[in-house]
């Protein structure tokens, strides 16, 4: 499976450093509607598998290290 990488300007950015992931957490993924979010199984972190958000914040707000931001739009504030 190849790196996934993830650009600072798509939707959700997950803060590897702070994502605990590793330790089984998965509050982001499960809060997720849309089930945009996933667990990548060979780093151990999250990340933002579809663009589709709806920018409804949960992953954002549930976080428990705050690992989650959800970048909303100019147009959407």
Do not use: H
Not at 15 to 25: M, N, T
Not at 27 to 56: F, S
């Amino acid at each position: 499976m190849p790196i996934i990488n993830q650009a600072s300007s798509a939707a959700v950015v997950i803060d590897d450093v702070k994502c605990i992931a590793e330790k089984g957490c998965r509050v982001c993924v499960d809060v997720c509607p849309l089930d945009i979010l996933a667990i990548d199984e060979t780093r151990q972190k999250a990340y933002m598998k579809y663009d589709e958000c709806w920018y409804c914040m949960p992953c954002e707000v549930d976080c428990p290290t705050n690992a989650v931001k959800v970048n909303i739009p100019y147009l959407l504030r």
